[in-house]
């Protein structure tokens, strides 16, 4: 059993930054792949970013060059840094871990951004 829990989420002006953060109950080293999802009112989740065991990162077309995510192993959190912020990025960001044993979510933390 892996336990996640976002935080970082809020309200900004677009064009601002944030950073989200996702502490996992375990030891991220050892997972498949970490990452984030997003999902919009009415839309359906969709992957944002992926870290995989290797380092390796994967991101959606429409992040790329302003979203990066990272992690620190010592404190077995994941990160998502936002930049350049856009109204289309408001939604509820959820925290993904895959450790080799099942598939993991966090509850979400929310993102608005005001035009």
């Known amino acids: 059993q892996v336990q996640l829990v976002e935080s970082g989420g809020g309200l900004v002006q677009a064009g601002g930054s944030l950073r989200l953060s996702c502490a996992a109950s375990g030891s991220i080293f050892s997972f498949n792949a970490m990452g984030w999802y997003r999902q919009a009112p009415g839309k359906q989740r969709e992957l944002v970013a992926r870290i995989i065991s290797g380092g390796s990162t994967i991101y959606a077309d429409s992040v790329k060059g302003r979203f990066t995510i990272s992690r620190d192993n010592a404190k077995n959190t994941v990160y998502l840094q936002m930049n350049s912020l856009k109204p289309e990025d408001t939604a509820v960001y959820y925290c993904?871990?895959?450790?080799?044993?099942?598939?993991?979510w966090g509850q979400g933390t929310q993102v608005t951004v005001s035009s």
């Open positions: 993904n871990a895959r450790p080799g044993f099942g598939t993991y």
